[in-house]
């Protein structure tokens, strides 16, 4: 008996001395939390309520000229535009990479993988310079893209082309680990069941998917509003033309023009903001469908 009662109390004190060792002391706890809230309030909140204060500093008059000069309005369409240009291609690339990668072997998966990530490695400046040696008037295939008329550089399809290169990593991210980790047992199923291939990705993957496709087109639409680095390669700074948002307030900031950029930059803040609203949502959905996946399963075993 004495012996059965010093094991006993030998695993309740080693259960004891486990939990305090796998439990972190209050001040560890007090002391990230205090960090991390540091930060964010210290490079975030900060520097957004700088934003707003100096975009209101002249009153709301001088605010809402700034919104309506025709240089402002211009270079919102021009992101807008190339938001919309840019994303259907990160939405093509990104399902076909992922499917590729999810659902298939074949030689240069691994490196296909790691190229998929390079824009994250590659400076967006190095990556603007690339297509100007592509296709500027000097450039590779610049002088036969001058003969046929067709302009890149400069222009609308070089801002398009140097958005969509930034930001294709984001779609295919987040697709490639959902469909690797669903498996393939319902499109094997829908395929014995004599669906075609398109029909089995339209009505079965790409549905199970939405929400990761979703998250990822929030995260690439973010990115290529805000990109400067390889649109101000690639773009002239033609005033009027070919500035984006970014970069007509460089322009605004770099003329002394500080009411007017503050003013430009809290309306682009503010629809970060919003971009940041709508991730949130769906990280909420996307939690939301895991837990009630994870119920379906226990119901059902």
């Not at 939390?33 to 975030?44: C, P, R």
């Not at 959902?178 to 498996?183: D, I």
């Amino acid at each position: 008996m004495a012996g059965g009662a010093s094991g006993i109390a030998n695993r309740a004190t080693s259960a004891s001395k486990l939990r305090r060792a796998t439990r972190d002391p209050g001040w560890a706890k007090a002391l990230l939390i205090s960090v991390a809230v540091g930060f964010i309030g210290l490079f975030v909140v900060v520097p957004l309520a700088v934003i707003f204060t100096e975009a209101l500093r002249d009153g709301f008059g001088p605010f809402f000229a700034a919104l309506s000069n025709p240089d402002t309005q211009n270079a919102l369409q021009l992101s807008l535009l190339v938001v919309v240009l840019s994303i259907p291609l990160n939405i093509v690339f990104g399902i076909a990479a992922a499917w590729a990668i999810a659902r298939f072997q074949f030689p240069g998966k691994g490196a296909l993988i790691t190229l998929i990530d390079l824009p994250f490695a590659v400076s967006p400046v190095v990556s603007g310079m690339i297509f100007v040696l592509l296709f500027g008037a000097q450039g590779v295939l610049g002088p036969f893209l001058d003969s046929i008329g067709v302009k890149i550089v400069f222009a609308l399809p070089g801002i398009v082309l140097a958005t969509a290169f930034v930001t294709f990593p984001f779609v295919a991210r987040e697709l490639i680990p959902f469909w690797q980790s669903r498996g393939a047992e319902d499109e094997e199923a829908a395929l014995v069941l004599g669906a075609r291939p398109w029909t089995m990705l339209f009505r079965i993957s790409l549905p199970t998917a939405k929400y990761a496709l979703l998250y990822g087109v929030v995260l690439a639409t973010a990115r290529a509003l805000g990109e400067f680095g390889a649109v101000s390669v690639v773009s002239g700074h033609i005033r009027g033309k070919t500035n984006t948002l970014p970069l007509y307030i460089e322009i605004l900031y770099g003329e002394y023009q500080f009411q007017s950029a503050f003013s430009v930059a809290s309306m682009f803040a503010l629809m970060g903001l919003l971009t940041l609203f709508a991730k949130w949502l769906l990280e909420r959905r996307i939690a939301a469908d895991i837990a009630d996946e994870a119920k379906a399963r226990d119901a059902g075993a």
